[in-house]
């Protein structure tokens, strides 16, 4: 229960964050290269779970020409069709929800389709707006956001949200976005890589929860420990892709870890580590390269520069540590 209230204050803290953001034009859109199949496959796969506890079917309907790479906000693009789906979800009590996509002559078209209740024509126009919802049961779970924040990124995206409904037959959501081919020479810069297991060593209980979030929403699979002895243990019998360490723990500090990790180490190994720090010094990043890690991420950390710290030291033993 105290999980599932904390997720529900997070997402709705992070909604309003996002519209004081865009409030204050201070919401700005990152776009780069992205994969729009591997992209739909990871809402696809966040969202089954849901999907399967209620008994109904999650379906992926790609058209076979769309195109393989788009210039685009991939994480504001995923947060629009993951506000999308997980309404479609909450308000579906039978049969399927459908999520489409399609290329269009200025970019790409896609729609969640559901066959649940319906919104009525009166109301459909108003749930674009904050704090808006329809009478039902479910409207304590959520506060109205959702639909508000995906006109707004699709619209400073250049792009539309059109809601076609009838009562009783189910609910589609539609989505145009003007998104260009990138040139085929840039490389693909966030990619959602495959799924990792990963150590994560944190004294802070509430830092390790949310860190441990943001990384299961991307897929990987987290064992937390508390201190440094037993990240030692566990990495003593247990195969970790990477290993997030926290520089000020109890006892044998993230440095000292770090050495010890590297210590061990046969020729030839060389188990990629992040520092993740509230430590705000200079020194530091170049005190924990030396002391053999590969990146180095500042506190509050985000679910983006946590991909893109774990992509830099997963990517290749030469890949430049993170100014
Ligand atoms: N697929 C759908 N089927 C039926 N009603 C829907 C659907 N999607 C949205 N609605 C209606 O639109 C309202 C607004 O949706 P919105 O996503 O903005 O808010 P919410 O889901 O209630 O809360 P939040 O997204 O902030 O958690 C919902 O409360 C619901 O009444
Ligand atoms: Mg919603």
């Known amino acids: 229960a ?10 709705l803290l992070n909604d309003a964050l996002d519209l004081a953001r865009i409030e204050a034009g201070r919401l700005e859109l990152e776009p780069a290269p992205f994969e729009p199949r591997q992209l739909l496959e990871d809402v696809v796969q966040l969202e089954q779970g849901l999907a399967h506890a209620k008994g109904i079917r999650f379906v992926l309907e790609v058209a076979e020409d769309l195109p393989a790479r788009l210039l685009g906000d991939a994480l504001r693009i995923k947060q629009i069709l993951l506000n999308l789906a997980s309404n479609a979800l909450k308000f579906t009590e039978h049969g399927k929800v459908t999520l489409r996509a399609q290329r269009t002559e200025e970019g790409l078209l896609l729609s969640v389709s559901d066959t649940g209740p ?9 749930l674009f707006q904050r704090f808006e919802q329809a009478e039902g049961p479910q409207r304590r779970v959520g506060s109205g956001l959702g639909l508000a924040i995906c006109r707004e990124l699709v619209e400073m995206m250049g792009g539309s949200i059109e809601l076609e409904s009838r009562l009783a037959h189910g609910s589609t959501f539609r989505v145009r976005l003007p998104l260009a081919v990138p040139a085929s020479s840039v490389p693909v810069a966030w990619a959602p890589g495959r799924p990792c297991h990963l150590l ?8 390790a929860t949310v ?7 991307e897929g990987h699979t987290v064992v937390h420990v508390v201190n440094g002895l037993a990240a030692l243990a566990e990495l003593a019998h247990a195969d970790v892709d990477a290993v997030l360490l926290d520089l000020d723990l109890p006892g044998v500090d993230g440095f000292q870890v770090a050495r ?22 200079s020194g530091d990043e170049a005190k924990a390269r030396a002391a053999g890690m590969d990146g180095f991420l500042r506190k509050p950390v985000s679910g983006e520069r946590l991909a893109d710290a774990l992509a830099r030291v997963l990517g290749g033993a030469d890949a430049p540590m993170p100014a």
Request: glycine share 10%; hydrophobic share 40%.
């Open 211 to 217: 860190i441990r979030g943001l990384l299961e929403r």
């Open 260 to 281: 010890l990790i590297r210590q061990r180490e046969r020729a030839g190994q060389h188990l990629p580590i992040v520092a993740v720090t509230a430590r705000s010094g």
């Open 118 to 126: 319906g919104i009525p024509e009166a109301s459909q126009a108003r």
């Open 2 to 11: 105290m999980q599932r209230s904390g997720g529900m204050l997070l997402k």
């Open 200 to 207: 994560l060593v944190e004294d802070d209980t509430i830092v």
